[in-house]
């Protein structure tokens, strides 16, 4: 999957600032943190660097995996598939939310905006196709993804439409920047 190759590439690169006491929750936009679930299910509070590190060697295990990945002609795929791969992508997802919503500042300063801005467009588009993602998870990353232009934000009639798009675009980037920094300083 080459999803997950960007995702991890982003991410490599900012590691060095994901620490346990830098960011001891798995943190997304706004007041959001995910928890981690375990294979029976169970809950916990990780920080970000070990969730990131679960989802990381959760997805190089399952993609690797020929009862699940298939390579070859003769096996086919099993019927818990979809399920995998919502599973996959949703977690993909948390990873570049956190990178958004924690890294912004760094992934500017190393220039990787715009991968990150790809590999997020990639998701969405993914998720727009076969809606892998449930509305609950992707509303918080919504104004980026309107900033962006890979929605019609459905608050936008087409007649102001012209006139909207780059106020719009400026402010969401402006409140994701100001996210990032009062979350760096606490
Ligand atoms: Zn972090």
Redesign the pocket.
């Given at each position: 999957m080459a999803l997950f190759d960007h995702v991890n590439l982003v991410y490599g690169t900012?590691?060095e600032?994901?620490?346990p006491s830098?960011?001891p929750d798995?943190?997304g936009p706004g007041q959001r943190t995910y928890l981690w679930f375990d294979e029976k299910g169970k809950k916990t509070k990780v920080?970000?660097?070990q969730y990131?590190d679960y989802v990381m060697t959760f997805i190089q295990k399952t993609i690797s995996d020929e009862t699940i990945f298939p390579t070859k002609y003769a096996n086919e795929f099993p019927s818990s598939f979809e399920s995998i791969v919502r599973k996959i992508v949703r977690l993909l997802f948390h990873v570049v939310a956190?990178?958004y919503a924690?890294?912004f500042k760094e992934v500017v300063m190393l220039g990787l905006h715009a991968h990150l801005n790809l590999t997020f467009a990639h998701l969405t588009a993914l998720h727009h196709r076969f809606s892998l993602i449930e509305p609950k998870e992707t509303e918080i990353l919504r104004d980026l993804e309107v900033a962006l232009r890979l929605t019609e934000d459905s608050q936008d009639t087409a007649s102001n439409s012209e006139r909207a798009d780059d106020s719009s675009e400026a402010d969401s980037k402006s409140n994701l920047m100001d996210a990032s920094c009062v979350d760096n300083k606490s």
């Open positions: 900012v590691s600032f994901c620490t830098g960011c798995m943190t920080a970000a660097p990131i956190h990178l924690a890294h």
